[in-house]
């Protein structure tokens, strides 16, 4: 059995996240760290016994020979670092979103292709253990045929929302639904409707956003429809993260924090005497150790990387489905700037936001903070004050 050798490229929060389920997962070995910053690299190196450390990736890859990189870092960093490592022709494991825009992640996924390398985006989320109970019980038929989806994010700003935590909802969404085919999108911003002038730059490096109150209706494959919320409330909250399945026979309830659950009873028919919510079992590789310090959902990343490699096969989350989460997102922003449905996948590959801005006059929007909690204070005071 094939030991797979790992580079992690970026060292600070979600690449020591990615770098603890890549060491304590048997099959994968991390062989290298890449940082600019040496006592990044010195820290997590502690933590996961690795001394070999670059600050150059030409020369991490040449040295070491990895099968996968990890590219953990900002989303506006992961296009010209996908790009830099694809031309290597190494399989790369990218932090979710793909790329900021789409004209990107189509040049990513044609890199990969030319140069026979796997793509995957980083959607723990979708292969989590109480994701995975989710998928079975809707696989034996628990809920029966599966007809609408609801899906809600944290209450971030709804623009920035749907760019970061957002793009895990989407792909749980399709997970079960199937692709979207087309949307249609509600968007107010200060209690209006949204205006070329709420286009803004996302915090966090994550491209151009709008809308801080946003509901969109999508239709998927086989009759499933759906319904995403990301809408700002008062505060994040954690616990609106959430996915619900209604099936004709039942439904399932998926939540990050609560976990998995079932309920036999159709949504159409209220019954006290059986409306009683099962809590579901995680389903966990069997060799995952919860002692091992490395997030379970990430383990579970890895896990299916490794099988995904063995087998010759794409990984659940593979890039194909990280571009379709973005599509769909740019097909919100469209719908919602437009007031029109949108087909998907979209045939102009522009960013919709910048395009608008530009059908008005307007040039890149001004430069905002890139913390999320100053930029948002920044955003307040501009609708509100």
Known sequence: MKTYRIGILGCRSRGTAAAKAYHAHP????????????????QLGKIVNVSTHFTDIDEMIQE??????????????????????LEHGVNIEVEKPICTDLVQADAVLAKAKEK??????????????????VAKELEDGKIGDLRYIYACGKGYYA????MNI?????????????????????ATAGGRDITPEDVL????????????????????????????????????????????????????????????WLLSTPHYIPDGTHDQWEKLTPIYPEHYDNTSGADADDYCMVDEYVNALDEDREHECNGEEGRHVLEILMGIFESAIYGTR????????????????????????????????????VETERLYD
């Open 27 to 42: 099959r994968t070995e991390i062989v290298a760290l890449c940082d600019l910053v040496p006592e990044r690299m010195e």
């Open 159 to 162: 623009g920035y929302g749907l």
């Open 342 to 377: 949108v087909e998907l996948p979209q045939q102009n590959r522009e960013h919709p936001l910048i395009q608008w801005r530009n059908e008005n006059g307007l040039g890149n929007p001004k430069d905002m903070p890139r913390d999320y909690g100053t930029w948002l204070k």
């Open 201 to 260: 730059p996302s915090p966090s490096g994550m491209g151009t956003v709008t809308g801080e109150y946003v509901t969109a209706s999508l239709q998927f494959d086989n009759n499933v429809t759906g319904t995403l919320i990301q809408q700002r409330f008062p505060k994040v909250d954690s616990d609106a993260y959430v996915l619900e399945l209604y099936g004709s026979e039942g439904r399932l309830f998926w939540s990050e924090l609560k976990g998995a």
């Open 166 to 186: 957002g793009t895990h909802v989407v792909n749980n969404m399709i997970r079960f639904g199937g692709h979207c085919r087309s949307l249609v999108t509600q």
């Open 64 to 85: 070491t020979q990895p099968d996968i990189v990890a590219i953990p870092t900002a989303t506006d960093a992961h296009y010209p670092l996908c790009m830099h490592v």
């Open 116 to 133: 026979n390398a796997r793509v995957v985006v980083h959607h723990q989320r979708r292969v989590s253990p109480t994701m995975q109970s």
